[in-house]
C-alpha cells in the first residue's frame, strides 16, 4: 500500500464527514506509517493548519487540505527527510486531480524554505492554536487547571503514550516488553510492533490497559464469591480481569457483561473468548436501565469525552464541544441512576471515566450523592495525562 496516498484518503474522510480515521485506513505493511502520518496529522492540526495557511491564499478543502497536512506534518512533527516528504507527498497528490501534485509541492516547499521563519511567528500564536486544541477547551483547562499546568497536559497529550499490557494470572511478563516506567505490574510494547504480533496474545495472557486506568479496578475491591457486573464492558480488558480476580469461582460467584453497542459487544466477546473466560461471563446487549439483579460490585466506565486520552484518540479533540459535553454528562446521569438502583446493601460501586473534565467527574458524584443520601463516597481519583500515560478518573460509591 502506498501509506501517504492511504493516510490523504482517510483523513479527508475525516474531513469531511468525521469518520474514524483508522478504520479507513487498509491493513497491509505500510499500516503504521499511516496510522502515524493521521495520528501526527490530527494532533497537530491546528498549528499545521496555521502555519500552511501562510503559504496560501486560502486554505484549500477535502483531499488538498489533507495532502498538506499530511506533508506538513512530516516536515514538521516527525521529521521525515524533507527529500522524501515532499517527494512522496506529491506523488501520492496525483490521484487528487489535475495541478493537485503541482499546487502540493509549490506549498511544501515554500514551508521548506521558510520554516524557521513560519516557526518563530507560529510560537507568537494563542494558546490554543499552538497546543492544538478547541479554543473554548483550552479556556476550560486553563481555568481549571491554571495556564502552567493546563500546558502541561496539552504537551503530554501531542504524544501518544506507548501502548501497556497488563498479565493476567498466573501469566508473567510478555516476552520482548519492557516494564512500565510508572507500575512495574504493566509492560510496553515495542515501538513499531502491533499487539496481536506479542507473544502470548493468542492464548489471552494479557490484556490492552494503560496504568492510569488501574485505580478502576483496584477501588472495585472483587474478590471470589461476590456478585459482579460490568456495565459498560467492551472492550472486556477489564471485564477479563475481573474474571480472573474471581477465581476459583466458589459458589455464588457470578460475573455479568453488559454492552449495549452490537459491534463493541462482539470486541468484548472476542476478549473474553481470547482469555478463556467467555463461558464464565453472562454477556448481554441491554441499555442500562433494562439492566436487572443485585451486584455487590458494579463498574461503571462510562462514555465520555474522552479529554485523557485524546493521545490516543487524535480525532477525539476536534469532535470536542460544550454541547457535545452536556450531551455525555445527561447519557452519564442516566447510566449511574440505572445501575446503582441494582447495588446490594454494603456493595461497592466503582464509577470511571478516561475524561479529565469536572462535570464528569467528581460534579458526577456530588449531583448523585445529593440526589442519594443513602449511598457514601469512599474514594476518588483523578490522574492528569503525561508522557507516559493517559488521563483517568475512578471513584467508589457504597451504600451502609
Known amino acids: ?29 505500510g499500516r503504521a506509517f499511516a496510522l ?23 486554505l484549500p478543502q477535502g483531499d488538498l487540505r489533507a495532502a498538506l497536512l499530511v506533508g506538513a506534518a512530516q516536515l514538521l512533527v516527525l521529521n521525515v527527510p524533507d527529500h522524501a516528504a515532499i517527494a512522496e507527498t506529491v506523488q501520492a497528490a496525483k490521484p487528487i486531480g489535475k495541478g493537485a501534485a503541482g499546487f502540493v509541492n509549490a506549498v511544501l516547499r515554500r514551508l521548506q524554505r521558510e520554516r524557521g521563519a513560519l ?39 501531542a504524544t501518544p503514550p506507548r501502548t501497556a499490557l497488563r498479565p493476567l494470572p498466573p ?38 490497559q494503560d496504568p492510569a486506568t488501574r ?54 466477546r ?22 436487572a439483579g443485585r451486584y455487590d460490585r458494579i463498574l461503571l466506565d462510562v462514555p465520555c469525552s474522552n479529554t485523557g486520552v485524546f493521545g490516543r484518540r487524535p480525532d477525539a479533540r476536534w469532535a470536542w464541544t460544550p454541547r457535545r459535553l452536556a450531551r455525555v454528562v445527561a447519557l452519564q446521569r442516566e447510566i449511574l441512576s440505572a445501575c446503582a438502583r441494582l447495588l446490594a446493601p454494603g456493595g461497592r460501586l466503582v464509577y470511571s471515566t478516561c475524561s ?28 492528569l495525562p503525561s508522557p507516559t500515560h493517559d488521563g483517568s478518573f475512578a471513584a467508589a460509591l457504597t451504600r451502609p
Open 270 to 291: 472476542d476478549t473474553l473468548g481470547r482469555c478463556g473466560f467467555l463461558g464464565r461471563v453472562a454477556v448481554s446487549e441491554r441499555p442500562a436501565q433494562e439492566l
Open 36 to 58: 502515524e502520518l493521521v495520528g501526527a496529522a490530527l494532533r497537530h492540526k491546528a498549528s499545521l493548519e496555521w502555519v500552511v495557511g501562510r503559504c496560501v491564499k486560502r
Open 356 to 383: 479529565i473534565e469536572p462535570e464528569e467527574n467528581l460534579g458526577q458524584m456530588e449531583r448523585f450523592l445529593g440526589e442519594n443520601p443513602d449511598f457514601q463516597l469512599l474514594d476518588a481519583r483523578l490522574t
Open 171 to 208: 501469566f508473567g511478563p510478555p516476552p520482548g516488553c519492557e516494564a512500565h516506567p510508572d507500575d512495574p505490574g504493566f509492560f510496553l510494547v515495542p515501538n513499531g510492533v502491533r499487539v496481536e504480533a506479542v507473544e502470548g496474545f493468542a492464548e489471552g495472557r494479557f490484556v490492552v
Open 215 to 268: 485505580h478502576a479496578l483496584d477501588l472495585l475491591d472483587v474478590r471470589p464469591g461476590l456478585r459482579v457486573l460490568d456495565a459498560c464492558a467492551a472492550p472486556g480488558g477489564k471485564t477479563a480481569q475481573i474474571a480472573a480476580r474471581l477465581a476459583p469461582w466458589p459458589e455464588g460467584t457470578c460475573l455479568a457483561a453488559n454492552e449495549p453497542d452490537p459491534a463493541r459487544a462482539k470486541t468484548l
Open 119 to 157: 516557526a518563530e511567528a507560529l510560537a507568537r500564536q494563542p494558546a490554543h492554536i499552538r497546543l492544538n486544541l478547541p479554543k473554548p477547551l483550552w479556556e476550560r483547562w486553563r481555568r481549571d487547571l491554571g495556564p502552567d499546568r493546563a500546558a502541561a497536559v496539552a504537551e503530554a497529550l
Open 1 to 29: 500500500m502506498n501509506a501517504r496516498r492511504e493516510a490523504i484518503f482517510a483523513l479527508a474522510l475525516w474531513l469531511a464527514r468525521g469518520d474514524h480515521p483508522t478504520q479507513a485506513l487498509p491493513e497491509g505493511p
